[in-house]
């Protein structure tokens, strides 16, 4: 069974739609983080959540935007796509028992 | 704010040799956890080894093993009897001690197995 998982794996979508990322963790970890990996493989937090605690990395666009509709659950949606946000999305989560996070199998988002 | 730095962006190794990778970071922190994951190409990133900063012995997983110099802040992963499933990105990842803390990741180092 798939700890963290992450729907859709491959995502192709044109310049100014809106899309969404879901991501579902049955680990019982209440922290839950989004990070993007750029074309150079370069990871960058975007968002961590924990019991109802939103952090933003303060670089990220407003476009982006996580939803939490319950602690296994850390949604990304992206308003008006843009072809810089081409990219792999993967989603993570921990609990304060471990001190590792645990990836989800990422969405590689194109942008066309 | 805290800095992972991976200066090898490439290594190679014969199979069945030892490789080491190199990372270094900066905090300012007494306390914090570093990591190595791997990324294969099948995207996955993979939890190889993990080190607790209060902890002086260098974590070891079978084939996997760290040199932690705290004071020097630096956190090498050595590959002993490499194989050819070893081949992968690697990054080192450093997380603060409590909180909901996120890992801050190096640039990675892609490794390749010579059969």
């Known amino acids: 069974d798939t700890a963290v998982s992450q729907t859709p794996k491959y995502l192709v979508t044109q310049m100014g739609n809106d899309k969404s990322i879901k991501c579902e963790q049955n680990?019982?970890?209440?922290?839950m983080y989004w990070y993007k990996q750029d074309s150079k493989k370069f990871l960058k937090i975007m968002f961590s959540?924990?019991?109802?605690?939103?952090?933003i990395n303060e670089t990220v666009p407003n476009r982006f935007s996580p939803k939490s509709p319950d602690k296994a659950h850390l949604n990304l949606h992206i308003n008006s796509l843009e072809l810089g946000d081409s990219a792999v999305y993967f989603c993570?989560?921990?609990?304060?028992?471990?001190?590792?996070?645990?990836f989800g199998q990422g969405t590689r988002l194109t942008v066309v | 704010a805290q800095t992972v730095t991976q200066s090898q962006p490439e290594m190679s190794v014969q199979e069945a040799e030892t490789v080491t990778l190199s990372c270094t970071y900066d905090?300012?922190?007494?306390?914090?956890?570093l990591f190595w994951y791997k990324q294969p190409p099948s995207r996955q990133m993979i939890l190889v080894i993990r080190?607790?900063?209060?902890?002086?012995q260098n974590a070891t997983e079978n084939r996997f093993s760290v040199n932690f110099q705290k004071a020097a802040k630096s956190f090498s992963l050595k590959i002993s009897d490499s194989q050819l499933g070893d081949a992968a990105m690697y990054f080192c990842?450093?997380?603060?001690?409590?909180?909901?803390?996120?890992?801050?990741f190096g640039t990675g180092t892609r490794l390749t197995v010579i059969p």
């Open positions: 905090t300012s922190e007494s306390d914090y956890y």
């Open positions: 959540y924990n019991n109802k605690e939103l952090i």
């Open positions: 990842a450093y997380r603060t001690w409590a909180g909901a803390n996120n890992l801050f």
């Open positions: 993570a989560s921990r609990t304060g028992t471990y001190a590792e996070a645990f």
């Open positions: 680990l019982g970890h209440d922290t």
């Open positions: 080190q607790e900063a209060y902890k002086q």
